[in-house]
């Protein structure tokens, strides 16, 4: 889907295209479907509007995350979300308080295993959300995770 | 070399695991200057790619929520050992940076 946008806007100019055969990727062409409206929502259900077109998520024990039960710093919480289900599309990790919820979302492609790993800002302490799509249907699960000091603002 | 981002891919049986730190400020534009009281303007990565021999594997959206200096680890099917990995950032800025490695 993403390369699909991508490549169009390659074609409409040939210096990008250089540009990409030569290894360098023009980030104003890549940023044109940064989906800002989901980044700036104040609302998990917001949120996923803006990413998916629906807030509808399924819980379900396939999705997991692994994340401390107590983050000392919030500025660095590490979260890894893996998913025990076939074609998986896209991985977004939330943050259910943050004054923007949304941290991050990755799109797989054919090859990439549904098994993320990165670290988050958190405000507080509040539940991280993971929403897994995978055959066109969003999965969650949710974890805890108690912050004692925070890392937004500061 | 790449000056902000640390990369390491690592073949292990079929799966290769991928390692990155990418050095950045990411900045929410919500945090204020201590000194001044001023806000300290956004500025932070939005996409992140991930290409092996071309072929896009993993594309990643990131708001200011992400830490400061971040780091992503994921794993990927159907490569071997010598293959050529490159990942590559844009921030809201305007600015980017790639870099590209050998699967060890």
Known sequence: ?154 | MSKTIKIRAQQKGDTCHVKALIKHPMETGLRKDKKTGKKIPAHFIQEVNCAHEGENVLTGLWGGAVSTNPYLAFEFEGAKKGDKVTLSWADNKGESDSVETTIR
């Open chain 1, 1 to 154: 889907m993403k390369r699909r946008i991508f490549l169009k806007g390659t074609l409409a100019s040939g210096a990008v295209a250089t540009a990409v055969s030569a290894g360098l990727l023009s980030p104003r062409q890549v940023l044109a479907d940064w989906p800002k409206n989901a980044f700036e929502a104040e609302t998990v259900q917001d949120a996923l509007k803006g990413l998916y077109d629906s807030d509808l998520t399924e819980p379900s024990d396939a999705v997991n995350i692994k994340a401390p039960d107590i983050a000392e710093n919030g500025a660095v919480v590490p979260i890894s979300v893996s998913a025990d289900l076939p074609n998986v599309e896209s991985v977004t990790i939330i943050a259910e308080k943050n004054g923007t919820p949304l941290a991050a979302s990755y799109q797989l492609g054919a090859s990439a295993k549904p098994s993320i790993s990165t670290r988050i800002k958190m405000g507080e302490t509040s539940n991280v959300i993971a929403v897994v799509k995978a055959d066109g249907k969003a999965y969650s699960a949710r974890k805890e995770v108690k912050v004692t000091i925070g890392g937004c603002g500061g």
